[in-house]
């Protein structure tokens, strides 16, 4: 079984910055994309960022140029630098990953329980 552990979140002055991480912890498992999503109140969860193993990332239109993903492989951890911050980027911020399980190769989807980013105006 694995599950992700976010952490980073909290209250932020429009223009500023924060930083959120997640962990994957578990057994017999390999990761193939880790990411980011988020929920705004009234909102559909939508992808914020993503980074496939090997891969290139790939990011919402919304937020290019002011976010980067990035990976730690040996750590089964992801990263999200949030700079330039809206108002509008408030939201519960979700860490996703696909993985595959070892030996069998299964794919399967585990999500954090979120993280709630504030950006006051």
């Known amino acids: 079984q694995v599950q992700l552990v976010e952490s980073g979140g909290g209250l932020v002055e429009a223009g500023g910055s924060l930083r959120l991480s997640c962990v994957a912890s578990?057994?017999?498992?390999?990761?193939?994309?880790m990411g980011w999503y988020r929920q705004a109140p009234g909102k559909q969860r939508e992808l914020v960022a993503s980074?496939?193993?090997?891969?290139?990332?790939n990011y919402a239109d919304s937020v290019k140029g002011r976010f980067t993903i990035s990976r730690d492989n040996a750590k089964n951890t992801v990263y999200l630098q949030m700079n330039s911050l809206k108002p509008e980027d408030t939201a519960v911020y979700y860490c996703?990953?696909?993985?595959?399980?070892?030996?069998?190769?299964?794919?399967?989807?585990?999500w954090g329980p979120g993280t709630l980013v504030t950006v006051s105006s």
């Open positions: 980074a496939p193993t090997g891969g290139s990332t």
């Open positions: 996703n990953a696909n993985a595959l399980t070892v030996p069998d190769l299964k794919l399967f989807t585990v």
């Open positions: 578990g057994s017999r498992f390999r990761i193939a994309v």
